[in-house]
């Protein structure tokens, strides 16, 4: 994603298995959207907003998040995350299995 920036927090180590963690604090500017969960992939994701907007985009439904605000869900649907407000957005983003996007 050009614009956002990912943070890795923990790494999953190439011997852990399919229930490994990898996690991420995404830092996305004003009007910026990640797109690697566009396509749906295998696993769970966790969300947490630490400051700012967002919209998260799931299949065909849209959810407003803002500060304080968490979602979970199967990774195997399309989902971005819209910074939709007027500052950075930025959250802590857990993966499993890990993706290994960094």
């Known amino acids: 994603d050009d614009e956002v920036i990912y943070e890795e927090v923990a790494r999953a180590q190439e011997k852990d298995d399919k229930n ?3 996690s991420y604090i995404i830092s996305i500017p ?3 959207t990640t ?3 566009s396509y749906g ?3 769970y994701e966790f ?10 985009h799931y299949e ?3 959810y407003n998040l803002t500060e304080g ?12 995350l819209v910074n939709s407000g007027s500052s950075e957005l ?3 983003w857990v993966v499993s299995p890990p993706q290994r996007f960094v």
Not at 69 to 80: E, G, L, Q, T
Request: glycine residues 16%.
């Open 35 to 37: 797109h690697r969960g």
């Open 20 to 22: 490994a963690l990898e």
């Open 47 to 56: 969300g947490f907003i630490l400051s700012g907007q967002a919209d998260f």
């Open 30 to 32: 004003q009007g910026g």
């Open 69 to 80: 605000d968490s979602i979970s869900f199967s990774a195997s649907s399309p989902h971005v």
């Open 41 to 43: 992939h295998l696993g």
């Open 90 to 92: 930025k959250a802590i």
């Open 60 to 62: 065909s439904l849209v």
